[in-house]
Nanobody
Framework: QVQLLESGGGSVQAGGSLNLSCAISGYSDGSYCMGWFRQVSGKKREGVAV???????TYADSVNGRFTISQDIAKNTLWLQIHNLKPEDTAMYYC???????????????????????WGQGTQVTVSS
């Protein structure tokens, strides 16, 4: 089965940077969507950034250019670079993978608002002011 393990979270000052990583295992080569999501206690999970095996990245409007998603295919790793962190970025960050076509929109891009198939345990990001 597909397994994902996030790392790289921590406590940082506002304006700082973090580089989150997600190690992915248990899947064979093929089409997929991968992404980062975050959730604050008591609130709905929010899509942050997604990317596909055959499509470029899609970002949530709320990140305003501060986040960059990338993938290292050779190392089976998904990355999220975050710059200029703000207190409102504080959340549990999850990586996820979907191997079905249900995560694709009409144009073949990965949807950012979709319940992905496989999830990691999350890594906490806490930003203080």
């Amino acid at each position: 089965q597909v397994q994902l393990l996030e790392s790289g979270g921590g406590s940082v000052q506002a304006g700082g940077s973090l580089n989150l990583s997600c190690a992915i295992s248990g899947y064979s080569d093929g089409s997929y969507c991968m992404g980062w999501f975050r959730q604050v206690s008591g609130k709905k999970r929010e899509g942050v950034a997604v990317i596909g095996s055959e499509s470029g990245p899609t970002y949530a409007d709320s990140v305003n250019g501060r986040f960059t998603i990338s993938q290292d295919i050779a190392k089976n790793t998904l990355w999220l670079q975050i710059h200029n962190l703000k207190p409102e970025d504080t959340a549990m960050y999850y990586c996820a993978v979907d191997l079905t076509r249900d995560s694709l929109d009409y144009y073949g891009d990965c949807e950012i608002q979709y319940e992905y198939q496989y999830w990691g345990q999350g890594t906490q990001v806490t930003v203080s002011s």
